[in-house]
C-alpha cells in the first residue's frame, strides 16, 4: 500500500503564506494523481486542489489564484503552496492520492490513499 504523511502547517497570520508538504512512501508506483482536500471546524470535507501525473490542475474556485499544487515525482512528495490566506483557510488540510489518472477528481471517492491530516490556523 501507500503511506502519506503531511507537514508544514501551523499558524499564520492572514495574507501570509504557508507550505504543506506530503511525503509519500510504500507502493508509491502506484500514484497517478494526487490532491488536496480541508475540513474546516463544524464543516464537511472539501476538495481543494488536484494535480495529474502529467501536470494537469484544478482547483476548488475558493482558492484558485492563491493556492497552487506542485509533485516532485523523485522525491515522491507533493506540496501545496498557499499565499493570500484567509481566516477562512483555517482547517485541518489532509494529502491524497489515487491510483486513477484524473483530470478534475474533485470527489474523496476518488482518491485511495489519504494523509492523517495537518491544521493550518489563519488569524486575523
Known amino acids: 500500500q501507500v503511506q502519506l504523511v503531511e507537514s508544514g502547517g501551523g499558524l499564520v497570520q492572514a495574507g501570509g503564506s504557508l507550505r504543506l508538504s506530503c511525503a509519500a512512501s510504500?507502493?508509491?508506483?502506484?500514484?497517478?494523481?494526487v490532491g488536496w482536500f480541508r475540513q474546516a471546524p463544524g464543516k464537511e470535507r472539501e476538495f481543494v486542489g488536484t494535480?495529474?501525473?502529467?501536470?494537469?490542475?484544478y482547483y476548488a474556485a475558493s482558492v484558485q489564484g492563491r493556492f497552487s499544487i506542485s509533485r516532485d515525482d523523485v522525491k515522491m512528495t507533493q506540496y501545496l503552496e498557499m499565499n493570500g490566506l484567509k481566516s477562512e483557510d483555517t482547517a485541518v488540510y489532509y494529502c491524497?492520492?489515487?491510483?486513477?489518472?484524473?483530470?478534475?477528481?474533485?470527489?474523496?471517492?476518488?482518491?485511495?490513499?489519504w494523509g492523517q491530516g495537518t491544521q493550518v490556523t489563519v488569524s486575523s
Open positions: 491524497v492520492a489515487s491510483r486513477g489518472e484524473y483530470n478534475m477528481a474533485t470527489r474523496e471517492m476518488l482518491y485511495d490513499y
Open positions: 510504500g507502493r508509491t508506483f502506484l500514484i497517478r494523481t
Open positions: 494535480m495529474t501525473r502529467s501536470g494537469r490542475t
